[in-house]
């Protein structure tokens, strides 16, 4: 399971069904040989025995024919049997748990759902353009069918955001609408629903009703009744009647959505993930060549992208090749698991919603690349690398993302004290995304797009080490594409010349965005 969280589990998905695909085409010709073999064996028969029919006396009279129609009934027809019965084996398909493949779980087909929802909401993407293929205007797969649209309104449904079941619901209802329009207009038969999903349809509907959702509910009846106007008896009269415990008890009613999703904080992360951002120019923000802290990059300098200055966001370009980047992909790929978050104290890490995506740690010194980042990441921001956790490299597939948050604990039990906390943290971009994926400061109004090789760095801690609430961060949705990251997190002690505190304790500025939502 975990299949939809990142790109790697999908390509075996991919594989599975390449597979299947192969195994049932060469057991359908296999099938269609053998019925043409037996089309031809007993099309000749009937001819013979058409012919004997016709006139009996003549045809029983000719030793040849008398010889003929022994042997059809004493061996023919038995081969003919026996080549049913290889077809009957043949026909024996029960790929989908036979070979060892892997199958996508509730679990994930769930989480794929709960994926493209998030787009939609966070792009603001236009339900009719996703079912067709398009995302921001750029056409990149097929259309949904009807169906479809009309399975995910009924997993998201089941899900119970029935804001989202709604939409789906009517883009289903309106291409069906559509397909069984211009079915008929070319006198095709018409491919109605069946019997079971007008049950489905029936019942999502009459569940709308009672939710009180009218205008899908209607949506769905009309087009029941389209198919088979003997439906839908009396349920729209508020089912009088028919107050059976179980009609009451199968009634869907909404969960309290969680509050944060509707909070002002994640209306502006989505905000920032679209780009929207404020477009007053900031005088003071530079690109610039950085000699950084090591005399080498006066000869090689770095070129800095200044984002914020305070708190410190920046991104260097250019810092890792393609090179280098593929052998780390690699050596992360077999150790990808689902990424969890930080439990409350006591808890457990959980897999969660909020996080979407599967990461791997790897140890600086199992490969030179790795022990190259730390020290090119030492010359850049003159941060001590003593103390870093591993290297976590974490790939989102579409819809993965990571919801704002914050890098360093705020709990002191959850970093060791001789290590201190989280200071800093450099993001090691190690793809491009086609779509979406950037990496959104709500507080900051910054959203910065992954650029293969760049690495995004920026202080967690204020000088005075008490912790930087502005820097809540977070992993917009991937649109289109797959966004590969490898994470460093820095932590405190040891870097007492590096990054001297002040006089003053300096957090008082960022104490008001500490609220949780
Ligand atoms: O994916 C991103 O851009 C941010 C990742 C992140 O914040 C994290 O892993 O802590
Ligand atoms: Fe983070």
Redesign the pocket.
């Known amino acids: 399971s975990d299949y939809f969280s990142s790109i790697t589990g999908l390509e075996e998905l991919l594989h599975t069904e390449e597979y299947l695909t192969k195994e049932l085409r060469s057991k359908v010709n296999g099938i269609r040989t053998l019925l043409e073999q037996l089309e031809g064996e007993l099309s000749s028969i009937e001819k013979e025995h058409t012919m004997a029919a016709g006139d009996t006396e003549n045809y029983l009279t000719n030793p040849v024919n008398v010889y003929r129609l022994m042997k059809r009934l004493h061996t023919d027809w038995f081969l003919m049997e026996g080549r049913v019965q290889l077809m009957a084996e043949e026909m024996n398909f029960n790929a989908t748990r036979e070979y060892g493949l892997s199958f996508p779980s509730q679990e994930d087909v769930e989480g794929a759902a709960l994926a493209l929802v998030r787009l939609q909401s966070t792009y603001k993407l236009d339900v009719a353009q996703v079912a067709a293929g398009i995302l921001n205007g750029v056409k990149y797969g097929s259309d949904m069918s009807w169906q479809d649209c009309f399975e995910l309104g009924q997993q998201l449904f089941e899900m119970e955001d029935y804001n989202n079941t709604k939409v789906w619901l009517r883009e289903s209802m309106e291409r069906l609408r559509r397909h069984s329009s211009h079915a008929h207009t070319h006198s095709t038969p018409t491919s109605g629903p069946d019997a079971v999903t007008l049950n489905k349809m029936e019942a999502t509907a009459k569940s709308l009703f009672q939710m009180g959702d009218f205008d899908t509910a209607y949506e769905l009846s009309q087009r029941v009744l389209q198919f088979d106007p003997k439906r839908i008896r009396n349920w729209h009269l508020g089912d009088k009647g028919t107050t059976h415990q179980e009609e009451i008890d199968d009634v869907y009613l909404p969960k309290h959505s969680d509050t944060y999703n509707l909070s002002q904080e994640f209306a502006q992360y989505e905000k920032v993930c679209r780009g929207e951002v404020n477009p007053v120019p900031r005088k003071e923000l530079r690109c610039r060549y950085s000699r950084g802290h090591h005399p080498y990059r006066l000869l090689a300098p770095l070129k800095l992208e200044e984002h914020s200055l305070d708190p410190y966001v920046v991104t260097f370009h250019d810092m890792l090749s393609g090179r280098k980047i593929s052998q780390l992909r690699e050596m992360a790929v077999p150790r990808m698991r689902r990424s969890t978050v930080n439990p409350l104290p006591g808890g457990q890490h959980k897999k969660s919603s909020f996080r979407v ?1 599967k990461n791997a740690w790897l140890e600086y010194e199992s490969h030179a690349t790795m022990v190259g980042m730390l020290r090119d990441l030492k010359d850049a921001t003159g941060l001590d690398t003593t103390f870093c956790e591993q290297l ?1 490299v ?1 790939n ?1 597939g579409v819809g993965g993302h ?1 919801e704002p ?1 914050w ?1 360093f604990f705020r709990d002191p039990s959850h970093y060791p004290a001789e290590e201190g906390n989280r200071i800093a ?1 450099a ?1 090691f971009y190690l793809s491009d995304v086609e779509q979406g ?3 959104a400061f709500p507080f900051l109004d910054i959203a910065v797009k ?1 650029e293969m090789g760049n690495v995004l760095f920026w202080y967690n801690l204020h000088r005075s080490l008490d912790m930087d609430y502005r820097t809540k ?4 949705p991937v649109l289109k594409g797959s ?1 590969w ?1 490898g ?1 460093v997190w820095i932590h405190e002690v040891t870097q007492t010349f590096a990054r001297p505190c002040d006089v003053f304790r300096d957090h008082e500025v960022s104490l008001e965005y500490e609220i949780i939502k």
């Open positions: 995506s976590q974490a989102y990571y948050h890098d943290t993001i994926g950037a990496t992954p961060h977070a992993g917009c966004k990251i994470n």
